[in-house]
Nanobody, 125 residues
Framework: QVQLRESGGGLVQAGGSLRLSCAAS????????MGWFRQAPGKEREFVGG????????YYADSVKGRFTISRDNARNTVYLQMNSLKPEDTAVYYC??????????????????WGQGTQVTVSS
């Protein structure tokens, strides 16, 4: 059982920055592709970005590319989401997810087996 816990959410002004963290309780953390998703009220959960296992290759949704950066620290079993140039449209609950030995670069909700509880990010105009 992989347990994930997000932190770092909060209220920030448009144009500002925020850094989210996701800590994983898993001894083989480095073999998991990690993804970030978000869900606004009344909307479906959508893919934000991911970082692959092994080589740590990053990939992003078009809506956040150039503004958000994903990184991981395998020694600390933690993945990060650095969010810059935030917009009100980025307001949502942000979730981290994990998939063991994923093939390629998964972007779908159903391609991840483990999920955190989420952390609220609110961007004011």
């Amino acid at each position: 059982q992989v347990q994930l816990r997000e932190s770092g959410g909060g209220l920030v002004q448009a144009g500002g920055s925020l850094r989210l963290s996701c800590a994983a309780s898993e001894r083989t953390f480095s073999s998991y592709t990690m993804g970030w998703f978000r869900q606004a009220p009344g909307k479906e959960r959508e893919f934000v970005g991911g970082i692959t296992w092994g080589g740590g290759y990053t990939y992003y949704a078009d809506s956040v590319k150039g503004r958000f950066t994903i990184s991981r620290d395998n020694a600390r079993n933690t993945v990060y989401l650095q969010m810059n140039s935030l917009k009100p449209e980025d307001t949502a609950v942000y979730y981290c997810a994990a998939q063991h030995f994923s093939s390629g670069r998964p972007r779908g909700v159903h391609e991840y087996a483990y999920w955190g509880q989420g952390t609220q990010v609110t961007v004011s105009s």
